[in-house]
């Protein structure tokens, strides 16, 4: 991805980064996707009826830059004002609008290792300086964590977080959100899969915006909606540097439809906190080390800890998981949830493979 030396033109900042590397999406027939925590089952039929009920002529006209309604039906659901609320596309969008916002040059970032890599290379191409705290070795928050991001303007950490699944304690992080000088931008793109959230820290602290995705809990990867919760003076803020027409006609009309779903919702994510469980308690079993996960993915490490070998066969029996390099987190594998089908087959493969 590196640019091309005999283009001499780029930001220096830009020639040097290699880029994000967003999961596979591979094209092979008959595999078993469980490599970027995509949602096991399809979206709300709701979904499907607001999709065929479309009106096409209305495709001439620009959508809603503001994307008003959809505001409205995710703060009725969460219990806000529209005004609390942005939409992106993506929540990957509402990182790069925070990130707009609130770093650059001078202003630095904050941010946890390992953990959703995306926020180091967008502040790269911000120009702004990342301080990086290194999780201990079962991939929790050191204690000294409010003193090594003390000087950084934004502080981003994931809510449960990923690759790891488990989460920063939330009286550490609301303790954190009240002595912080700066923004706390909370990613909570696998909140619905978790015990608790931190919405009622919008209500606390002035300085707090937490992140939402449809891309994992609502099955709506492909569609491309986030948004965030925050006050509003934030939001006014973030609404100045957001492209203009950033959520497409189509997603806005489906997103509302998925939103007011919550009964949907809620079924589904159960079916899949029900298999996570299972599936963790089967590997426990078979001597996997397992870090517990509130999100709807688990990182596992292999009785052997070489999680590159166990990647590998996986991925020579069809089934894709995610691997990353790394001293401690190259030991371990992670695994989004699939069906109960699909998770069988993975647990009849991985007992056979480690002969248990
Ligand atoms: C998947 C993911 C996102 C991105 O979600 P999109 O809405 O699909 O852009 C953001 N943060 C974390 C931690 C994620 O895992």
Redesign the pocket.
């Known amino acids: 991805m590196s640019s091309n030396k005999n283009i001499p033109y780029f930001r220096p900042e830009i020639a040097d980064m290699e880029g994000y590397a967003p999961g596979e999406q591979p094209k092979l027939k008959n595999i078993i996707k469980l490599n970027?925590?995509e949602n096991a089952y399809p979206p709300s039929p709701n979904v499907a009826k607001a999709y065929k009920a479309l009106n096409l002529d209305l495709k001439r006209f620009y959508p809603d830059p503001l994307a008003n309604n959809l505001r409205a039906a995710i703060a009725k659901v969460y219990g806000f004002k529209t005004e609390n609320i942005i939409a992106?596309n993506?929540?990957?969008?509402?990182?790069t609008m925070t990130i707009r916002c609130f770093s650059d040059k001078t202003l630095k970032i904050a941010c946890i290792a390992p953990?959703?890599s995306?926020y180091q290379e967008l502040a790269k191409i911000q120009n702004a300086k990342c301080i990086v705290v290194k999780l201990d070795k079962d991939f929790k928050v050191p204690s000294d964590l409010a003193k090594q991001i003390s000087g950084a303007n934004l502080f981003m950490i994931?809510r449960p977080?990923?690759p790891t699944g488990n989460s920063i304690p939330k009286t550490m992080l609301a303790k954190i959100c009240k002595t912080f000088k700066g923004i706390v931008l909370i990613?909570e793109?696998?909140a619905d899969f978790a015990e608790d959230n931190c919405l009622d820290f919008v209500k606390k602290f002035n300085n707090v915006i937490i992140?939402r995705?449809?891309?994992?809990s609502y099955a709506m990867?492909g569609m491309?909606?986030?948004y965030a919760i925050s006050n509003p003076e934030i939001i006014q803020g973030m609404m100045k540097v957001k492209d203009s027409y950033n959520v497409n006609r189509v997603t806005q009309a489906l997103a509302i439809a998925a939103i007011k779903d919550q009964k949907y919702l809620k079924k589904t994510v159960s079916m899949i906190q029900k298999t996570r469980e299972a599936t963790s308690a089967r590997l426990k079993e078979m001597n996997f080390k397992i870090i517990p996960s509130e999100a709807n993915f688990i990182l596992v490490s292999p009785p052997d800890k070489d999680g590159e070998k166990y990647f590998k066969f996986l991925r020579s029996k069809n089934i894709v998981t995610r691997y990353f390099p790394g001293s401690v987190i190259g030991s371990f594998v992670r695994i989004s949830i699939g069906t109960d089908k699909e998770m069988d087959k993975l647990l009849k493969l991985t007992a056979r493979f480690y002969g248990c």
Do not use: E, F, H
Request: no cysteine; glycine share 12%.
């Open positions: 970027t925590n992106g993506g929540s990957d969008d509402i990182l953990s959703y995306l994931p977080n990923s990613d793109a696998y992140s995705t449809m891309s994992k990867a491309r909606l986030g």
